[in-house]
């Protein structure tokens, strides 16, 4: 990790897990993702036709999206037609020798195609199969089809995106697949610290509605307990008035955060309105909550006479806690971002390269391994079909001849 002299190259702590990836578009790969990126040995398996994100316009390095290209590092390209006899067998077979197994289809498409948990733990008892899915595997939403927007919109989370008196608006990233990517990650590792001490697998239900509700937290329980449903939530909070973004000169914008009094005191002598310190409207966070309206205006006045760029660091030397709204440019070109490796530049055989977004789990004293770039489609099949699962050259060019494996040509 950066700024760690001492530190060492150690393999990662998943090191030895073996994790079959069923996954594909986001929620999945983001999660297998982050099992590869600690360690774990990933075969990402994908139908002779791939995963539908490799062909996401608008841009790609050779013939891969940038949008596959940002989830799939560090994992191994494995291509089995499962709807084969002989392909789904293979399936099996590989599945016998994984400590967990990953999947994001929509409950009964597997149990259709022939590929059960109940069928493979009797196989493999301790595998862990993590399902992700739109709903979960039980409930009258079961069956229906969902995505990221569709879950951010029922979870209600939407409704409290965008500012008030205007239309709901879908965050920026997409966090109805990314929190679903990391709460089965979570599971996963919870199912292998819990066969460590029992032998036995766990199937794993993780709904993308569920997780965002659980995201809720304190928007939930305000609602639970007061009977008040909460609005659009602009720029600010809803407990604390001077934690919201300003407008600052030239279109500029920060954010501030001035949660306790010394904040609030600091935020005043900075913008030269410390008569404000005073002002019996805005003594305690409970006055200025209930004076918002009026102080808002004030506030907002005195940010406009100076950038965004000059405003940081005054702020910050009175001891409240400010950041420039920035743009992914600016975000990827930031000296904090760069020194922590949250930028990566991933390059394959053929000389291609990509950049993207870093691992954030850092390990003190231990060098951040080297990252490799996002497979081929079937760029691993014969290496890992053959080194899994034993077959000989012989067995492994009846499976390619007959369309049920697929190797990069």
């Known amino acids: 990790m950066a700024g760690e002299q001492e530190a060492a190259f150690r393999p990662g702590p998943l090191s030895g897990i073996q994790v079959l990836d069923l996954t594909q578009f986001l929620a999945g790969p983001f ?21 539908w994100s490799r062909t ?11 949008y596959f290209l940002s989830i799939n590092r560090n994992k191994k390209g494995v291509v089995i037609d499962m709807k084969a006899p002989e392909g ?17 289809f929509r409950p009964g498409v597997l149990d259709r195609l022939g590929l059960t948990f109940d069928d493979l733990r009797k196989r493999n008892p301790g595998l862990i199969w993590a399902s992700i899915s739109g709903f979960g595997q039980d409930g009258p939403y079961r069956d229906r089809p969902a995505y990221d927007m569709i879950v951010q919109a029922m979870s209600g ?50 709904s993308m509605l569920d997780c965002q509700v659980a995201m809720l937290t ?7 307990h007061s009977g008040d449903v909460p609005g659009r939530q602009g720029s600010g909070h809803e407990s604390i008035p001077t934690y919201r973004s300003f407008a600052a000169a ?32 805005f003594i305690l966070n409970d006055d200025r909550f209930t004076n918002r309206k009026a102080l808002w205006p004030l506030l907002e006045e005195a940010f406009l006479q100076r950038e965004a760029t000059e405003w940081v660091p005054l702020l910050l030397d009175a001891g409240v806690p400010v950041g420039e709204v920035n743009t992914v440019a600016d975000a990827l070109g930031d000296p904090q971002v760069r020194h922590r490796n949250m ?33 081929a ?18 067995e492994y060019e009846t499976f390619r001849k007959n369309g049920i494996v697929q190797e990069q040509s």
């Open 88 to 104: 789904l067998d293979l399936v099996k077979r590989l599945a016998d020798r994984c400590d967990i197994l990953m999947e994001n």
């Open 31 to 51: 999660s297998t993702q982050i099992l590869a990126d600690l360690g774990a040995n990933v075969m990402k398996l994908e139908a002779p036709s791939g995963d």
């Open 218 to 224: 304190y928007q939930a329980a305000y609602y639970l």
């Open 343 to 375: 930028v990566l530049e991933l390059e394959n055989d053929q000389g291609d390269r990509a950049r993207v977004a870093g691992n954030p789990i850092k390990f003190r004293g231990v060098e951040e391994p080297p990252h490799h770039y996002p497979p």
């Open 56 to 66: 996401l316009p608008p841009h790609f390095v050779g013939s891969d999206s940038c």
């Open 157 to 206: 989370g939407m409704s409290l995106t965008g500012e008030p008196g205007r239309t709901a608006v879908r965050a920026g990233i997409p966090l109805g697949d990314l929190s679903a990517g990391m709460y089965a990650a979570i599971g996963s590792l919870a199912a292998l610290e819990e066969r460590r001490r029992t032998g036995k697998g766990k199937f794993i239900d993780i």
């Open 250 to 281: 030239n279109q500029t914008e920060l954010v501030i955060t001035a949660n306790t009094e010394r904040m609030w005191k600091g935020l005043c002598e900075v913008l030269g309105r410390a008569d404000l310190i005073e002002d019996p409207r």
């Open 377 to 394: 489609l079937g760029a691993d099949t014969r290496a890992a079909l053959c080194q899994a699962l034993g077959l000989s050259d012989a």
